[in-house]
C-alpha cells in the first residue's frame, strides 16, 4: 500500500523549533522531488518548501527561507522539514507530497497539526 506518514507536530512557543518527518512506504522516494505544504485555517493550501530527487536543490516561501530546512535521507526513504524560530503565523496542517520526476505520479501525506503559541 502507497502511504506517506507525517509525524512530528506539536504544540511549540513561538521562538521554538519541531522537525516534521514523512516517511514512504510501498514505493521508493528517490525519484520523485518532496514537497511540504500547509494550510491554515481558512485559507488555501500552499507550499513551504521543496527538494529535488537527488537533494542537490532546494526552494523556500518567503514566508520560511532562512528559518526552515528540508531534506531527505533517500536510504531511510523519508523527509524532513526543520522548522526554527517558528510564529504564530507557521500555525497550520502540514502536508508531505511526493511527486514523481517522469510519471504523473503524485502522494499525499494525512498532515500533521502544528501549533505555535505562547
Known amino acids: 500500500q502507497v502511504q506517506l506518514v507525517e509525524s512530528g507536530g506539536g504544540l511549540v512557543q513561538p521562538g521554538g523549533s519541531l522537525r516534521l518527518s514523512c516517511a514512504a512506504s510501498?514505493?521508493?522516494?528517490?525519484?520523485?522531488?518532496m514537497s511540504w505544504y500547509r494550510q491554515a485555517p481558512g485559507k488555501e493550501r500552499e507550499l513551504v518548501a521543496a527538494?529535488?530527487?537527488?537533494?542537490?536543490?532546494?526552494n523556500y516561501s518567503n514566508s520560511v527561507k532562512g528559518r526552515f530546512t528540508i531534506s531527505r535521507d533517500n536510504a531511510k526513504n523519508t523527509v524532513y522539514l526543520q522548522m526554527d524560530s517558528l510564529k504564530p503565523e507557521d500555525t497550520a496542517v502540514y502536508y508531505c507530497?511526493?511527486?514523481?520526476?517522469?510519471?504523473?505520479?503524485?502522494?499525499w501525506g494525512q498532515g500533521t497539526q502544528v501549533t505555535v503559541s505562547s
Open positions: 527538494i529535488s530527487s537527488p537533494g542537490d536543490m532546494t
Open positions: 510501498g514505493f521508493m522516494l528517490f525519484n520523485y522531488r
Open positions: 507530497n511526493a511527486d514523481h520526476r517522469w510519471t504523473s505520479r503524485n502522494y
